[in-house]
């Protein structure tokens, strides 16, 4: 993880709090890193197939990520520089210059502002990355405060990940909804006591959901007024 920049504290006087996951639900960033990850480690002669990335843990830490797939397929642990490499560049490109706007998390965004919910994104890349990205969507325009984990371990967002983040912008004692993608993410933030709706890819769509309000193939597929109604608990 890069250096931590110091994060915004939240205003006392609200009382809810969405958090959305900037990497994976904002934005599709895993199917970069699959492709990135994959031509990083062609040159050694291994295939990486989508049903060998989704057995990988998918951590968000590309040096780990590498790591755990060249295991499984036999250590050829020469390729892991190429490969981190690789994700890097990528993923720092489609930050600065190829993600796109997400209307559907523009619009939930707004409909929870207008509610008086105070809004925030985490992220796991380092602090240029998320800031671009976050950027390119515009949501920094809409005030959305972002969240870099004080320190981001090779299994991430676990519970304890959770509640330090949310300790970090004092909204521990909130009521948070929070949308994720992966069972992860979405049982870290149910221990912590947020609501979860979860948007998984095609990669962590064969996941767990349990407990969450709800599980979507798209945020689009329910209207935001009905995500919130069934979350907030206002």
């Not at 049982?187 to 998984?200: F, S």
Request: charged residues 25%; negative net charge.
């Amino acid at each position: 993880m890069s250096e931590q920049e110091t994060a915004p504290k939240a205003d006392a006087t609200f009382t809810h709090t969405l958090l959305i996951e900037l990497d994976y639900v904002a934005v599709s960033l895993r199917p970069v890193e699959f492709e990135a990850i994959k031509r990083g480690i062609e040159p050694k002669g291994i295939e990486l197939t989508p049903a060998a990335f989704c057995r990988s843990p998918l951590s968000p830490d590309h040096r780990t990520a590498v790591t755990d797939i060249l295991k499984a397929a036999g250590n050829k642990a020469d390729a892991i520089e190429k490969a981190v490499g690789e994700v890097n560049k990528s993923v720092t490109a489609f930050c600065a210059n190829e993600s796109e706007p997400n209307t559907a998390i523009t619009k939930l965004v707004k409909a929870a502002q207008a509610r008086g919910v105070a809004v925030f994104a985490y992220s796991a890349l380092n602090a240029t990355d998320s800031s671009a990205l976050l950027t390119r969507l515009g949501l920094d325009e809409l005030g959305v405060e972002l969240i870099l984990p004080e320190e981001q371990r090779e299994t991430f967002p676990r519970a304890d990940d959770w509640l330090k983040m949310l300790k970090q912008v004092a909204i521990e004692n909130k009521t948070v909804v929070a949308v994720v993608s992966s069972q992860l993410a979405c049982k870290g933030a149910l221990t912590a006591g947020a609501a979860v709706i979860a948007v998984p890819d095609q990669y962590t769509s064969f996941q767990d959901f349990s407990g969450a309000a709800f599980v979507l193939d798209q945020l689009s597929d329910e209207k935001p007024d009905q995500l919130l109604d069934h979350t907030l608990r206002m």
